[in-house]
T-cell receptor, first 113, second 118 residues
Framework: DVKVTQSSRYLVKRTGEKVFLECVQD?????MFWYRQDPGLGLRLIYFSYDVKMKEKGDIPEGYSVSREKKERFSLILESASTNQTSMYLC????????????FGAGTRLSVL | AQKVTQAQTEISVVEKEDVTLDCVYETRDTTYYLFWYKQPPSGELVFLIR??????QNEISGRYSWNFQKSTSSFNFTITASQVVDSAVYFCALRSNAGGTSYGKLTFGQGTILTVHP
């Protein structure tokens, strides 16, 4: 089974803090994704990566950055957290050889106070 | 631009009722893929089905069935004889293969919250 692991289920941070959300997958997938999920808005793509050190902006990249130094790990960074970044963050991975089906982690619920 | 619309925000049924979740999509691409995911209270999205645009055959898997109609740009999901364990948020999603460089990006609908009461 594909396993996508997000480092924290719940996180509480203060406004202005630098926040790191970590995601690791164990299936050698080339593609990895970060979404945020808000009620009534579904999942919105923040950033994705199709290879090590490669990244592409999604639909709502403002206020976020990402890092992919190793194939299995994809980090989402909030340089200076703000209250409007309080949300559920979901990481996913996929591979062309696996029909590009995205497999998701359990999510990190981030609260910025 | 691609768009997925799940007009039903919340649905509430009693156990053993059948329930259909609607999904309407928009795309200009001729090759695309449609997905359904289930998100139980634990939070992790679980893949249910993938359908490509050239295959309009309906699919049945146990109590689940999917009706894909290109003429109406719809990919509806029906749960027969619903159970309490079906309570979850269900998402419909679309991926196009435009230019072969989509890298598997998905466009999600807003989600439908299904509550099945005992």
């Amino acid at each position: 089974d594909v396993k996508v692991t997000q480092s924290s289920r719940y996180l509480v941070k203060r406004t202005g803090e630098k926040v790191f959300l970590e995601c690791v997958q164990d299936m050698d997938h080339e593609n990895m994704f970060w979404y945020r999920q808000d009620p009534g808005l579904g999942l919105r793509l923040i950033y994705f990566s199709y290879d090590v050190k490669m990244k592409e902006k999604g639909d709502i990249p403002e206020g976020y950055s990402v890092s992919r130094e190793k194939k299995e790990r994809f980090s989402l960074i909030l340089e200076s957290a703000s209250t409007n970044q309080t949300s559920m963050y979901l990481c996913a991975s996929s591979s062309r050889v696996a029909k590009n089906i995205q497999y998701f982690g359990a999510g990190t619920r981030l609260s910025v106070l | 631009a691609q768009k997925v619309t799940q007009a039903q925000t919340e649905i509430s049924v009693v156990e053993k009722e059948d329930v259909t979740l609607d999904c309407v999509y928009e795309t200009r691409d001729t090759t695309y893929y449609l997905f359904w995911y289930k998100q139980p209270p634990s939070g992790e999205l679980v893949f249910l089905i993938r359908r490509n645009s050239f295959d309009e055959q309906n699919e049945i898997s146990g109590r689940y069935s999917w009706n894909f109609q290109k003429s109406t740009s719809s990919f509806n999901f029906t749960i027969t004889a619903s159970q309490v364990v079906d309570s979850a948020v269900y998402f419909c999603a679309l991926r196009s293969n435009a230019g072969g460089t989509s890298y598997g990006k998905l466009t999600f609908g807003q989600g439908t919250i299904l509550t099945v009461h005992p």
